[in-house]
């Protein structure tokens, strides 16, 4: 193995050592110190992501769209320019 592979390797397991232990690790204290506001948001976040993914499948299912990325079934139903505005957004 080259070198700037061992760097490579190195480099890209810290990262995901990282955000998997902030995953671990930081996300559980913050919902133990503010227990009554972080269920509140999680709470919220659910119905969103509940509703966001309900309207996907709507997309998916009534326009006869395949599985695609945002940005795909944007460009499919809407243009080329929606496409790029959806993936700068």
Known sequence: MSQQTK???S???TFFGTTIGVGIFALP???HKTLGFSLVVL???GVILTKLYSMYIDVLVKKGVSVHQL???VAKLFGK???HLS???
Do not use: E, M, N
Request: glycine share 10%; proline share 0%.
């Open 81 to 83: 320019r929606a496409k």
């Open 29 to 31: 204290f913050v919902y």
């Open 7 to 9: 760097t490579f390797i």
């Open 71 to 73: 940005s795909g079934i």
């Open 43 to 45: 709470a919220i976040t």
């Open 11 to 13: 480099i890209l397991s």
């Open 87 to 89: 993936t700068v957004g």
